[in-house]
């Protein structure tokens, strides 16, 4: 059903190293958002990207940033990378930025910080 | 941020039976989604139901937005149904509130 593909599946560093996680929109999306669930919780919104611009920035500090590339595939970048930022990294994708209706999410990244 | 919060936290159901899972919001919004987790984390979207009825198979869902609550029902449920059951719901189109989710576990 979805389309929406994410890499790597799983990624373990080190504190303080930088990562990269990417995603695939569905074809025809051209927002993708980006989420962090930690272990037992919901899902938490980090920001969103629509048509290569950020549009909406979730409480996260400036450390996690993203781009959004002209295909509308988005990357999302954390640098010095802290305990905590252990957990699944989701992306959606969808149509419309603001108006945006329905989201489709990718399988995640499961990131471990050691 | 609006306050998302979904009942009963966890549920155990005998393969056949029928469950009703709620999510409370706490402000009006225009977008609403349901999803089911299965155990190896995918989002998979069950409804995109702002407001009103839909239904899909067993499953179905109803959200009153004047009341700010969404009921899903599950019913004849199924070993396959079991993960966690999340509600979303956001304002504008660019940010999503989830719940904190309904575990639920079909067993045989």
């Known amino acids: 059903e979805t389309g929406v593909t994410q890499s790597p599946t799983h990624l373990i560093k080190t504190r303080g190293q930088q990562v990269t996680l990417r995603c695939s929109s569905q074809s025809g999306h051209n927002t993708v958002s980006w989420y962090q669930q930690a272990l037992g919780q919901g899902p938490q919104f980090i920001f969103q990207y629509y048509r290569e611009e950020e549009n909406g920035r979730g409480n996260f500090p400036p450390r996690f940033s993203g781009l959004q590339f002209p295909n509308y595939s988005s990357e999302l970048n954390v640098n010095a990378l802290e305990l905590d930022d252990s957990a699944l990294y989701l992306c959606?994708?969808?149509?419309?930025?603001?108006?945006?209706?329905?989201?489709?999410f990718g399988p995640g990244t499961r990131l471990l910080v050691l | 941020g609006i306050q998302v919060e979904q009942s009963p936290p966890d549920l155990i159901l005998q393969e056949g039976a029928n469950s009703t899972l709620r999510c409370n919001f706490s402000?009006?919004?225009?977008?609403l989604q349901w999803f089911h987790q299965n155990p190896w984390g995918q989002l998979i979207n069950l409804f995109y139901?702002?407001?009103g009825t839909k239904q899909n198979g067993r499953l179905s869902a109803t959200t009153v937005a004047t009341e700010r609550y969404s009921l899903l029902y599950i019913s004849s449920s199924q070993t396959t149904d079991s993960g966690v059951y999340f509600c979303a719901v956001g304002v504008t189109g660019n940010q999503f509130y989830f719940g904190t989710g309904t575990s639920l576990t079909v067993i045989p």
């Open positions: 402000d009006s919004v225009n977008n």
């Open positions: 959606a994708s969808s149509l419309g930025g603001s108006e945006a209706g329905t989201q489709y």
């Open positions: 139901i702002p407001s």
